[in-house]
């Protein structure tokens, strides 16, 4: 058996000490296959930014291991290397360069890996292709809408044919349709170049595009499960969501849109959803 893109052992991180110490991660064990496509959901601060950020070798676990593509990351003798070679980022904003073209801002980080120009214009023009912008190569950032300077991110993000793409909130700052376009580019990505994706998201929406879905709470992982079809994944965001909650507490308020009989329907489904959440 082949070994696994991305392994976590004991992965902790503690941003300061004492009794303001605050635990981002707590022990995370974690392995992805190569070519999986994976979503890391949960609430604002329960850590899934910063195990990205972990994964793509940003910032450094307090204890604990990351390996990625065979390294340890603790171990790398060039951590830029690492990142330029192995780890293809795109984030909620954009960042491109605004003085620089789509095709320019797409051989950036060509720039010292690829030696021959022409090489790295015929990949940058590869890449715009690929993500259907190739009648764009000469625009400036300025000139291309939110959803196009998000396809140009995509592309750069590909320009060393990384073996994993992390992706931080990429459909945040988009309308839905374009966030419907970005989403359907990964998962080509994923299904036709054979990329390994790591998407962070609030969006039941993105996650339910994904083939695998972990949801994080205070630094942990608390489900682990592969995506079936978009109807299940609605029923699991309702047994984890704060209605879910509320059914499940025999003790709270009966609630006046649903008779006592089906509050206690729903809270055997939620039960059993809930029990069987870390499956794979």
Same mark, same amino acid.
């Given at each position: 058996?082949?070994e696994?893109?991305?392994?976590?052992?004991?992965?902790?991180k503690?941003?300061g000490?004492?009794?303001?110490?605050?635990?981002?991660?707590?022990?995370v064990n *974690? $392995?992805?296959n !190569?070519?999986e496509?994976? &979503?890391?959901?949960?609430p #604002?601060g329960?850590?899934?930014?910063? /195990? +990205?950020n972990?994964?793509?070798?940003?910032?450094?676990p307090?204890?604990?291991e990351?390996?990625?593509?065979?390294?340890?990351?603790?171990?790398l003798?060039?951590?830029?290397?690492?990142?330029?070679?192995?780890?293809?980022?795109?984030?909620?904003?954009h960042?491109?360069?605004?003085?620089?073209?789509?095709?320019?801002?797409i051989?950036?980080?060509m720039q010292g890996r690829?030696?021959?120009?022409?090489?790295r214009?015929e990949?940058?023009?590869?890449?715009?292709?690929?993500?259907?912008?190739q009648?764009?190569?000469?625009h400036?950032?300025?000139?291309?809408s939110?959803?196009?300077?998000?396809?140009?991110?995509?592309?750069r993000?590909?320009?060393?044919?990384?073996? *994993? $793409?992390?992706? !931080?909130?990429?459909t945040g &700052?988009?309308?839905?349709? #374009?966030?419907?376009?970005?989403?359907? /580019? +990964?998962?080509?990505l994923?299904?036709?170049?054979?990329t390994?994706?790591?998407?962070?998201?609030?969006?039941?929406h993105?996650?339910q595009?994904?083939?695998?879905?972990?949801r994080?709470?205070?630094?942990r992982?608390?489900e682990?499960?592969?995506?079936?079809?978009p109807?299940?994944?609605?029923?699991?965001?309702?047994?984890?969501?704060?209605?879910g909650e509320?059914?499940l507490?025999?003790?709270d308020?009966?609630l006046?849109?649903?008779?006592?009989?089906?509050?206690?329907?729903?809270?055997?489904?939620?039960?059993?959803?809930?029990?069987?959440g870390?499956?794979?």
């Amino acid at each position: 058996m082949s070994e696994p893109l991305i392994r976590t052992i004991g992965l902790t991180k503690i941003y300061g000490s004492g009794e303001t110490a605050i635990r981002a991660l707590d022990d995370v064990n *974690l $392995v992805v296959n !190569d070519g999986e496509f994976i &979503s890391i959901m949960g609430p #604002s601060g329960c850590g899934k930014s910063t /195990l +990205l950020n972990m994964l793509g070798a940003l910032d450094q676990p307090t204890t604990g291991e990351v390996w990625v593509a065979g390294q340890s990351l603790a171990k790398l003798k060039n951590v830029d290397d690492f990142r330029a070679q192995t780890v293809g980022f795109v984030f909620q904003l954009h960042n491109l360069l605004p003085t620089l073209s789509a095709l320019e801002n797409i051989e950036v980080p060509m720039q010292g890996r690829v030696a021959n120009p022409r090489a790295r214009r015929e990949r940058a023009q590869h890449l715009l292709e690929l993500v259907g912008l190739q009648d764009r190569a000469g625009h400036l950032p300025n000139q291309l809408s939110g959803g196009q300077r998000q396809r140009v991110a995509v592309g750069r993000a590909l320009a060393n044919s990384p073996k *994993l $793409v992390l992706a !931080d909130e990429p459909t945040g &700052s988009l309308d839905s349709q #374009s966030g419907d376009e970005i989403l359907q /580019l +990964l998962d080509k990505l994923n299904q036709v170049e054979g990329t390994t994706i790591a998407v962070v998201t609030h969006d039941p929406h993105v996650a339910q595009i994904t083939q695998r879905v972990l949801r994080m709470q205070d630094g942990r992982i608390v489900e682990d499960h592969r995506v079936n079809n978009p109807l299940e994944e609605d029923l699991r965001m309702l047994a984890f969501s704060k209605l879910g909650e509320v059914i499940l507490d025999p003790d709270d308020e009966p609630l006046a849109e649903i008779s006592p009989e089906e509050e206690v329907i729903l809270r055997k489904l939620i039960q059993r959803l809930r029990t069987n959440g870390t499956g794979n």
